[in-house]
């Protein structure tokens, strides 16, 4: 028997290791079968390699609950450790860099997953447990060892009778943490963090129907026919899927594999995912995972925090923003890479190198995949538009790379359905919607009905318009000006027709200077300044007498505000401001300002006013009531 004490100078480790070492004493079971799993890779590599005499077989991991005794055991079928090892692996390596650890993190270590970036795994346990013990069978052929420790620097380390390959890890779980020896707790945990562990993990056994059992059915002399009960048998309860999708290749896989798994990953999900990217590269890091497109909606407040991360088929995090790019934690699905590293703080993640570089990656591999579903069957992705355009826009927005390489698959919808990409729509529009200037003006409309009338004028002078309603548009409108060449973007009810889109100036008044002078006071005395500019504009005849607008780049500041940015304007706070553009070679103008009568020049505007509003959505409560009882005075 060896006695001793663990190669560390600092008595007060165990107490820090419980403390500080993780703010979740949970993830002590992730540490210690992630170990079991790597020892039993091990061992299948040395077989395969001829360095081992053992047989590899069909090894699994164990999960048993003593609950009267308060154990937990974690039983694999690995390469097991000789006394020597222990007491190098597990009494000298694993607390090399305590005293490191000690002046480093004394006083902040309560950031998640300081253990694996010191080698201190095993020793999670100690943070549930008052007592561990190891007992491990090497596949040399060596005797099999027995170290126990009750949580301060002394073990002892004996011989044991252990005649199977393997370690047994014993933990005696403190009174504090008594929750882990509660069967319902360690299934949560098992299949939070090891869903898809590599080898197969048993805990506990279930009743099955027996495959290799027919039901005979008989009858009865009353011709009743009664089949017998299903014949039950009991099997291990494997909790784990060894071979989860992502870790086959794409050749491998038909549509209904990718769904699966994704039932798989959310089994509360109920509507399937648009389509999936299936990342698989090996150079110049390694990343193997699938990413799925849910339906969006245009809320903005979209659950995150579906992707899952992974390193080596353990579960690492479901907080992936800084390691995934921003725009696409919108996105659900699994990445793995075994260049992640699995315990560390979440600063420490995103400042990693590896990490960035699987940023940019993903970024590009997104991008690629999206071209060519758009390549493959366009109308299928102009179908798919509405449910994922949000996450493309936000891409555009947040990621440069991914704001280049856009341009061959973002799509710009008219408010009649057709769908273009940039160059296409700048091919299409560019004879007629090009002004005096030389710009390029894109119209656009937020919402149909609301627009219509603005819509249909403008289309009567064969322009076309697009239909772009997302709660982030004034943003990307802001980019794609800022990024192209000699363009803007109006919306249709942003000013009269032929203010957004100016030719050359050919309109004359029917008005004289001073019948408009008279026109314009008349009119700023009734309609309110606080609410409306008033300007005069000589229109075709034909257009309505009075329009309400409202100026584009004061709308667009607010709307930008609404949704993050242009706070700097304080525009959120200021009072809505329109346009109300009066024609001055409208029949009805004209009529207003001959007549004689200043109580019948004000029901004129008044009306007039009201009716714009009623077209602009604007006019509600007691002026809407006002206004109906009013036309019905009218039509008596």
């Not at 990445?335 to 979440?346: A, E, K, Y």
């Not at 004879?431 to 937020?446: E, F, H, N, R």
Request: proline share 4%; with cysteine; aromatic share 10%.
């Amino acid at each position: 028997m060896t006695k001793g004490n663990i190669n560390v100078s600092v008595e007060n480790i165990f107490p820090l290791i419980k403390k500080f070492l993780y703010s979740d004493h949970e993830i002590f079971l992730r540490e210690l079968i992630s170990n079991a799993t790597d020892a039993t890779l091990k061992l299948k590599h040395l077989a395969s390699i001829g360095e081992s005499k053992s047989e590899y077989g069909t090894p699994q991991i164990e999960v048993k609950i003593d609950k009267e005794n308060k154990k937990l055991h974690i039983i694999d079928q690995g390469l097991g450790m000789t006394a020597e090892e222990v007491e190098k692996y597990i009494n000298q390596v694993a607390f090399s860099g305590a005293e490191e650890f000690l002046d480093q993190y004394k006083d902040t270590a309560k950031d998640s997953g300081i253990i694996g970036h010191f080698g201190l795994g095993f020793y999670s346990a100690f943070m549930v447990a008052e007592k561990v013990e190891i007992i491990t069978k090497s596949h040399k052929d060596e005797p099999a060892a027995h170290w126990t420790c009750d949580g301060s620097p002394e073990f002892t380390l004996v011989e044991a009778d252990k005649t199977e390959r393997g370690t047994e890890i014993i933990l005696h779980i403190a009174e504090d943490s008594t929750e882990f020896l509660e069967d319902n707790r360690i299934s949560e945990l098992l299949l939070k963090y090891n869903k898809f562990m590599p080898i197969p993990i048993k805990f506990g056994t279930k009743e099955i129907n027996d495959p290799d059992f027919t039901p005979k059915t008989t009858t009865d002399a009353e011709g009743k026919e009664t089949t017998e009960p299903h014949k039950q048998i009991t099997v291990d309860n494997i909790i784990n899927n060894p071979n989860p999708a992502w870790t086959k290749q794409p050749t491998d896989l038909e549509d209904e594999d990718y769904k699966s798994f994704y039932r798989e990953l959310y089994p509360m999900q109920f509507e399937e995912p648009l389509f999936n990217i299936h990342l698989n590269v090996d150079y110049p890091f390694n990343l193997t995972g699938i990413l799925y497109f849910p339906k969006m909606t245009n809320d903005l407040n979209i659950q995150k925090d579906k992707i899952q991360l992974y390193q080596n088929q353990v579960f690492v995090t479901d907080n992936v923003e800084g390691i995934v790019p921003e725009f696409l934690t919108m996105l659900r699905g699994v990445i793995d890479s075994p260049d992640i590293p699995l315990n560390v703080s979440r600063s420490y993640l995103q400042a990693d190198g590896a990490v960035k570089k699987i940023s940019s990656y993903i970024t590009r591999k997104v991008a690629d995949k999206l071209k060519s579903l758009f390549n493959n069957n366009r109308e299928d992705f102009e179908a798919k538009w509405d449910d994922i355009k949000i996450v493309i826009e936000y891409g555009m927005l947040s990621e440069e790379k991914f704001f280049e390489k856009a341009d061959a698959f973002a799509l710009y919808p008219s408010v009649d359905g057709t769908f273009y990409t940039y160059e296409e729509l700048y091919n299409k529009i560019k004879a007629k919607q090009t002004d005096k200037d030389d710009k390029l003006v894109i119209l656009y409309a937020s919402d149909k009905d609301a627009q219509h009338s603005y819509i249909e004028t403008a289309k009567a002078k064969g322009y076309e318009v697009l239909l772009l309603d997302s709660p982030i548009v004034s943003h990307l409108i802001q980019k794609l000006e800022t990024t192209k060449e000699n363009i803007s973007f109006a919306r249709v009810d942003g000013d009269h027709i032929d203010n957004l889109i100016k030719k050359e100036d050919t309109s004359i008044s029917k008005l004289s200077e001073d019948e408009k002078t008279k026109l314009d006071e008349l009119l700023k005395e009734l309609v309110p300044s606080e609410k409306f500019m008033v300007q005069l504009e000589a229109m075709d005849s034909n257009a309505s007498p009075f329009i309400i607008t409202q100026p584009e780049f004061m709308r667009r500041m607010k709307e930008m505000q609404q949704t993050g940015g242009g706070g700097m304007f304080g525009m959120g706070n200021m009072p809505e401001m329109y346009n109300l553009v009066v024609n001055t070679n409208s029949e009805l103008v004209g009529e207003i300002l001959n007549t004689k009568t200043k109580k019948k020049q004000e029901r004129l505007i008044n009306q007039s006013l009201d009716l714009a509003r009623l077209s602009q959505g604007l006019l509600k409560g007691e002026e809407l009531t006002n206004f109906i009882k009013r036309s019905y005075d009218m039509i008596k």
